[in-house]
C-alpha cells in the first residue's frame, strides 16, 4: 500500500529541488570561474583560484550530502520527521550558497558562528528524533530514560561537530585551502594558539548549542513522563469480574 502523498511532503521536496537547483548552477559557475581566475593568494577583494575550487567542492558536497536523510531513511526504515528536512535543507543553503557562493563569511559578521549554533542545535534535536523513534518502535524491549537520551542528543551533535572539523582539515590539506582559518588574507600561517582559534570557537559554539537543547529536551521528556505516570495513576482499574 502506498503512503499517501501529504503536503509537508511537497513543501519537503520542493524545498530539495530548490536547493539541488541552487547548488547545481553554483557548480557550473565555481568551474567556469575557475579557468579564468588568477592564482595566488586572496586579497579579500577578488577571487583566486584556490576561492572557487573551495567553492566547487562544498557545492559538489552538498548535493551528495543533501540526499543522506532520505537514505538513512529508507536504509533503516525509520520516519525523519519533515521539519528536520526542511531544517536540514536551510542549514545546506545558508552554509553553501549563502556562505561560500555569496561570500556570506566574509560579509556577515559572525556568520560561520551563527550557523555552527544552528547545526549544534539541530543536530542536537536530530539525536533527540532518532532515540524517540527508537523508543517508539514495537520491535524495541527497553526504553531510555531522558538524561540517557539527552546525553546521547548532546555526543550526537558534538560528534557530528568533530567529524566537520576533519574534513575541513582534510579538505585544507589535501588541496591547500584555509577552510579552518590557519592563514591570514596575505598567506601568512599562524601557529600555536592563534591557529587553533577557529576550530576551537567552532566546536566551544557547536557544544553550547547542543547543550542548551539537550537540556530542553530532557526537562520535555522528564514532564511527558510524568504526565504519562499521572494518567496512568488516576486511570480507575477494571473489575475483576468484568
Given at each position: 500500500?502506498?503512503?499517501?502523498?501529504?503536503?509537508?511532503?511537497?513543501?519537503?521536496?520542493?524545498?530539495?529541488?530548490?536547493?539541488?537547483?541552487f547548488?547545481?548552477?553554483?557548480?557550473?559557475?565555481?568551474?567556469?570561474?575557475?579557468?579564468?581566475?588568477?592564482?595566488?593568494?586572496?586579497?579579500?577583494?577578488?577571487?583566486?583560484?584556490?576561492?572557487?575550487?573551495?567553492?566547487?567542492?562544498?557545492?559538489?558536497?552538498?548535493?551528495?550530502?543533501?540526499?543522506l536523510?532520505?537514505?538513512?531513511?529508507?536504509?533503516?526504515?525509520?520516519?525523519?520527521?519533515?521539519?528536520?528536512?526542511?531544517?536540514?535543507?536551510?542549514?545546506?543553503?545558508?552554509?553553501?550558497?549563502?556562505?561560500?557562493?555569496?561570500?556570506?563569511?566574509?560579509?556577515?559578521?559572525?556568520?560561520d558562528?551563527?550557523?555552527?549554533?544552528?547545526?549544534?542545535a539541530?543536530?542536537?534535536?536530530?539525536?533527540f528524533?532518532?532515540?524517540?523513534?527508537?523508543?517508539?518502535?514495537?520491535?524495541?524491549?527497553?526504553?531510555?530514560?531522558?538524561?540517557?537520551?539527552?546525553?546521547?542528543?548532546?555526543?550526537?551533535?558534538?560528534?557530528?561537530?568533530?567529524?566537520?572539523?576533519?574534513?575541513?582539515f582534510?579538505?585544507?590539506r589535501?588541496?591547500?585551502?584555509?577552510?579552518?582559518?590557519?592563514?591570514?588574507?596575505?598567506?601568512?600561517?599562524?601557529?600555536?594558539?592563534?591557529?587553533?582559534?577557529?576550530?576551537?570557537?567552532?566546536?566551544?559554539?557547536?557544544?553550547?548549542s547542543?547543550?542548551?537543547?539537550?537540556?530542553?529536551?530532557?526537562?520535555?521528556?522528564?514532564?511527558?513522563q510524568?504526565?504519562?505516570?499521572?494518567?496512568?495513576?488516576?486511570?480507575?482499574?477494571?473489575?475483576?469480574?468484568?
Amino acid at each position: 500500500m502506498k503512503r499517501k502523498f501529504k503536503i509537508k511532503d511537497t513543501w519537503r521536496h520542493l524545498a530539495a529541488v530548490v536547493l539541488a537547483v541552487f547548488l547545481g548552477f553554483s557548480v557550473i559557475y565555481s568551474i567556469i570561474r575557475l579557468i579564468s581566475a588568477p592564482a595566488g593568494v586572496s586579497d579579500g577583494f577578488r577571487h583566486v583560484k584556490s576561492d572557487y575550487v573551495l567553492m566547487l567542492v562544498q557545492c559538489g558536497l552538498g548535493l551528495v550530502v543533501m540526499a543522506l536523510p532520505s537514505l538513512i531513511q529508507r536504509r533503516w526504515e525509520l520516519t525523519i520527521p519533515n521539519y528536520m528536512f526542511l531544517l536540514y535543507y536551510a542549514f545546506l543553503f545558508c552554509a553553501i550558497y549563502l556562505g561560500e557562493v555569496w561570500d556570506f563569511y566574509h560579509r556577515i559578521p559572525f556568520w560561520d558562528l551563527i550557523l555552527h549554533a544552528f547545526s549544534g542545535a539541530m543536530l542536537g534535536a536530530l539525536g533527540f528524533s532518532l532515540v524517540s523513534m527508537l523508543n517508539e518502535a514495537p520491535n524495541i524491549r527497553f526504553r531510555l530514560s531522558p538524561l540517557f537520551v539527552a546525553l546521547f542528543a548532546f555526543c550526537f551533535a558534538l560528534a557530528a561537530g568533530t567529524v566537520w572539523e576533519i574534513y575541513e582539515f582534510t579538505v585544507d590539506r589535501l588541496l591547500g585551502l584555509n577552510m579552518q582559518k590557519y592563514m591570514l588574507a596575505d598567506g601568512t600561517e599562524l601557529v600555536g594558539a592563534a591557529a587553533l582559534h577557529d576550530t576551537m570557537e567552532d566546536l566551544i559554539v557547536d557544544a553550547v548549542s547542543a547543550l542548551i537543547v539537550s537540556i530542553l529536551g530532557y526537562v520535555m521528556l522528564k514532564r511527558q513522563q510524568k504526565t504519562k505516570k499521572s494518567s496512568a495513576d488516576t486511570q480507575p482499574s477494571p473489575d475483576v469480574g468484568e
